[in-house]
């Protein structure tokens, strides 16, 4: 069983910045996608940000210049840098992972999320 564990949410003014982190641990052999999707209330899933164990990279267009998605050199962490936050990027931050056990068996596990809020 893979496992991942968010930090880094929090309360942060308009404008200000935030960088949320992601720890998967587990009998991991690779993991091919490490991403960033968030919820608000009343609002469905929205995918925020992914990227892939060869470096490459995709943005919500509603974060596009705002956040940045990168892995840690471990491989087995992600980090979502947010900046220019905005009270319309308040939700619930959720890290998944996609990628292979030991043994071949695939695994796609979410985390238990972490809270943002945007406001004055």
């Known amino acids: 069983q893979v496992q991942l564990v968010e930090s880094g949410g929090g309360l942060v003014q308009p404008g200000g910045s935030l960088r949320l982190s992601c720890a998967a641990s587990?009998?991991?052999?690779?993991?091919?996608?490490m991403g960033w999707s968030r919820q608000a209330p009343g609002h469905v899933r929205e995918l925020v940000a992914v990227t892939t164990s060869g470096g490459s990279t995709n943005y919500a267009d509603s974060v596009k210049g705002r956040f940045t998605i990168s892995r840690g050199k471990d491989k087995n962490t992600v980090y979502l840098q947010m900046n220019s936050l905005k009270p319309d990027d308040t939700a619930v931050y959720y890290c998944?992972?996609?990628?292979?056990?030991?043994?071949?068996?695939?695994?796609?596990?979410w985390g238990q999320g972490t809270q943002v809020t945007v406001s004055s």
């Open positions: 587990g009998s991991i052999f690779s993991i091919n996608t």
């Open positions: 998944n992972a996609e990628g292979t056990y030991y043994g071949g068996s695939p695994f796609a596990s």
